[in-house]
């Protein structure tokens, strides 16, 4: 087996979507025992007040099974974040190297790369989310990673659902033209209408300098083949408008709204926009009755070489969605399959995390990833601040480094979520616990699933800074859990050629999992291309974390 130079502590969170519709099948799962280490749910809830609006709530500082906890930490061993499932940034990033080149640092989002990968955590029988909290050592005295992960139930079988009603918003502008971008969406856009139910509907609305609705809302029953010219019929025209675009396509779903179904938009664009509104939050600022009042949330799924990633990414964040990026037919079919399956119908809406660290245990802590989805802590109960809306069958993972006080036992952390229910909006909550016995494994040890999210998160990291500490590029974003303004690379990486070989195990250990193949192809390319970088090493000096 081989071994990881892990000698400092990390990393991030992650997660990826999981079900199908008919005729679609699943692809590999990697083995994820992910639990607290006695396999008993150990409730708890956030510390603190509750917020204005915040609705039903569990009494602060009390256990859900009424046992009372008997500390409240102080504000800095708070980390609240919302909720994130997408996975568009290790796409690009996959694509980019392929093509040899570097991705953007600003493109590299560490949470995204660990969503990448699925996990096999427990599921809860209704909506909502299970909540597990497990961890290891890492070879770094004092330093751990703790593993908070959250699921949410699949549905038993396609049948089950509710009908959807499906809004596809085209981009044919120019740039489309390009291999890859817009035949790859009309390939996407046949698999999707041959795999539906003939209780679905869909509408087409394609935009380049401006809009149309070429397809009004259309049950699909005898009226696929209605679909299949539709789209066989688009051709790259001009500029991109991608306002005039999101603008229609929610007119047209609102229009073709169906009562007792899952209402969505699906955006599918190189997300380039150079005419009208170009800003995200203009664009959404446009479409912002729809959203609130329909609760027609936005799925983005970015194609091409060139791609605009934070335009994407911000219209998913704050547009109550999610987005994912292609490259080839392979991906595509695992979106429309799996992916976009697990956006239709949701199972939480604005769900959000705090983890609650005990300073008489733990010293400090880091959350790597979700820089841009933090939340004031003090707004974790109030349900008016925006957070995640997750669908059926997926997961969530977020992954800290903590480092224990010396000699430190008994309780780490709480680990709590809030949401609310996608048709009352009545808020909701669960957690869980861990205490230090449940760190004491080793890393090296640790299930597969950990594994996985260490190799990704690490990967991230080491694209985020280039190739040395030396030249590493000014931070993109902050740490949501650190105080400092400069950005702070993971400590003690191990090399890439040393992750590639990680991916390679953990692939042979699951019968060559495709995904960690793709991973360790990934790795090595990034490899090559940074001329052979080694893990900076790093120590408590490399920035300031949250600390007690």
């Known amino acids: 087996m081989r071994t990881w130079k892990v000698r400092r502590g990390l990393l991030a969170a992650g997660v990826a979507g999981g079900l199908l519709l008919t005729g679609c099948s699943s692809g590999g799962q990697n083995t994820d025992r992910a639990s607290d280490s006695s396999g008993k749910d150990r409730r708890g809830t956030a510390p603190g007040p509750a917020s204005p609006g915040s609705g039903e709530a569990a009494t602060p500082g009390e256990q859900q099974d009424g046992k009372e906890r008997d500390f409240a930490p102080p504000p800095d061993y708070l980390s609240t974040f919302a909720l994130d499932v997408d996975t568009a940034s290790y796409g690009f990033a996959r694509r980019t190297l392929a093509e040899g080149r570097l991705p953007d ?257 733990v010293k400090q802590f880091r959350l790597i990833g979700y820089d841009n989805r933090a939340v004031a802590d003090d707004d974790f109960r109030d349900d008016r601040v925006d957070g995640g809306e997750v669908g059926p069958g997926h997961t969530v993972t977020a992954l800290y480094a903590v480092r224990m006080r010396p000699g430190a036992s008994g309780h780490v952390a709480t680990a709590n979520v809030r949401w609310l229910d996608p048709d009352s909006r009545a808020p909701h909550e669960k957690s869980n616990q861990i205490e230090s016995g449940d760190l004491d494994g080793g890393l090296r040890n640790a299930d597969d699933g950990l594994r996985t999210t260490a190799v990704a998160a690490y990967f991230a990291d080491a694209l985020r800074h280039g190739t040395s500490t030396q030249d590493a590029p000014e931070p993109m974003s902050t740490p949501t859990d650190s105080r400092s303004t400069s950005w702070q690379p993971l400590p003690g990486a191990p090399s890439l050629s040393e992750l590639a070989g990680t991916a390679d195990e953990l692939s042979s250990d699951s019968d060559g999992d495709k995904a960690l193949r793709d991973l360790a192809t990934a790795v090595r390319q990034a490899d090559r291309l940074t001329g052979g970088y080694e893990g900076s090493g790093g120590g408590e000096d490399e920035g300031e974390i949250r600390t007690g």
């Open 105 to 361: 640092p600003a493109t590299v989002r560490p949470e995204e790369f660990v969503n990448s990968f699925r996990q096999d955590y427990p599921r809860p029988d209704g909506d909502g989310f299970s909540v597990n909290v497990d961890g290891a050592r890492t070879d770094e005295d004092d330093w751990s990673l703790m593993r908070v992960g959250l699921a949410t139930r699949g549905d038993a079988s396609d049948g089950e659902r509710p009908p959807a009603a499906l809004t596809f918003v085209i981009d044919v502008s120019g740039s489309m033209a390009e291999p890859g971008r817009l035949d790859l969406v009309k390939e996407s856009l046949g698999i999707m209408t041959d795999k539906l139910r003939d209780d679905d509907s869909v509408a087409l609305v394609t935009f380049s300098d401006s809009a149309r609705t070429v397809l009004p809302m259309t049950r699909l029953g005898d009226h696929r083949g209605k679909v299949h010219s539709a789209v066989d019929a688009m051709e790259p025209a001009q500029s991109t408008n991608l306002e005039a675009g999101i603008r229609t396509g929610y007119d047209t779903a609102v229009g073709g709204k169906h009562d007792g179904a899952t209402n969505r938009v699906v955006l599918l664009s190189d997300a380039l926009a150079n005419t009208g509104e170009t800003s995200a939050d203009g664009i959404l600022e446009r479409i912002s009755d729809a959203r609130r009042e329909h609760g027609i949330t936005l799925f983005g799924v970015g194609v091409g070489s060139d791609y605009g990633d934070a335009l994407m990414e911000r219209l998913a964040d704050k547009g109550d969605g999610h987005t994912t990026y292609v490259s080839d037919s392979e991906e595509a079919r695992k979106v429309f399959c799996e992916q976009l399956p697990a956006n239709i119908e949701l199972r939480a809406r604005d769900a959000k995390a705090q983890v609650a660290f005990d300073p008489r245990t």
